[in-house]
């Protein structure tokens, strides 16, 4: 699982703040994507 943190999770959805691209793939092949419930 990863825990995405709140600047993490809010770079990863906006296209105009991107992320490395090693970022992108670790997150896009997890198994499970989490946030915080305080983030959403």
Do not use: C, F, K, Y
């Not at 703040?17 to 992108?24: A, M, S, T, V, Y």
Request: hydrophobic share 50%; proline share 2%.
């Amino acid at each position: 699982m990863i825990l995405l943190d709140t600047h993490i999770w809010l770079r990863w959805l906006v296209n105009g703040n991107p992320l490395r691209q090693h970022i992108i793939d670790t997150i896009e092949t997890g198994d499970a994507i989490a946030v915080s419930a305080i983030s959403v």
